[in-house]
């Protein structure tokens, strides 16, 4: 079990979450000092709309993680759902992405899997790897 990832799903995405950490370790460092975990999840998206069910799996993985972790969660996705819910494609343009409500911790965003690899969106849709800056102040403002 990795001591800073915790994973809710297919483990795809903590091992994706795992690279992060590994180039990155000022940020490792920081969620060992805090007792906090990047907590990977996946949507049931079949039943409901991508965001309500984002939502949804967002708060059930909040009530999975026990009390004393503080958690940094991140939604894995497929990209095609992800671009489809907000109505474009992959043009370049920054995704309308609603926010979302996180009853405890923090949300990071959505590492977004597709057919030429994996995208990472920051919980606002802006496109792009977090820099380890962003995550720490997430980090910060969960604490």
């Given at each position: 079990?990795?001591?800073?990832?915790?994973?809710?799903?297919?483990?795809?995405g903590?091992?994706?979450?795992?690279?992060?950490?590994?180039?990155?370790?000022?940020?490792?460092?920081?969620l060992?000092?805090?007792?906090?975990?990047?907590?990977?999840?996946?949507?049931?998206?079949a039943?409901?709309?991508f965001?309500?069910a984002?939502?949804?799996a967002?708060?059930?993985?909040?009530?999975?993680?026990?009390a004393?972790?503080l958690?940094?969660?991140?939604?894995?996705?497929?990209?095609?759902?992800?671009?489809?819910?907000?109505?474009?494609?992959?043009d370049?343009?920054?995704?309308?992405?609603?926010?979302?409500?996180?009853?405890r911790?923090?949300f990071?965003?959505y590492?977004?899997?597709?057919?030429?690899?994996v995208?990472?969106?920051?919980a606002?849709?802006?496109?792009?790897?977090?820099a380890?800056?962003?995550?720490?102040?997430?980090?910060?403002?969960?604490?």
């Amino acid at each position: 079990m990795d001591p800073l990832v915790l994973d809710l799903g297919t483990h795809v995405g903590a091992s994706l979450v795992r690279r992060y950490l590994d180039v990155h370790p000022q940020v490792t460092a920081a969620l060992a000092r805090a007792g906090a975990r990047l907590v990977t999840f996946e949507p049931e998206l079949a039943a409901q709309e991508f965001f309500a069910a984002t939502q949804d799996a967002l708060a059930a993985a909040a009530r999975s993680v026990p009390a004393d972790i503080l958690p940094l969660f991140i939604a894995v996705v497929v990209l095609p759902d992800l671009l489809a819910a907000c109505g474009r494609g992959f043009d370049g343009e920054r995704l309308p992405v609603p926010a979302l409500a996180c009853p405890r911790g923090g949300f990071l965003g959505y590492v977004a899997l597709g057919e030429g690899g994996v995208a990472f969106f920051g919980a606002d849709g802006q496109h792009g790897q977090p820099a380890p800056e962003a995550v720490l102040a997430a980090l910060e403002r969960a604490c």
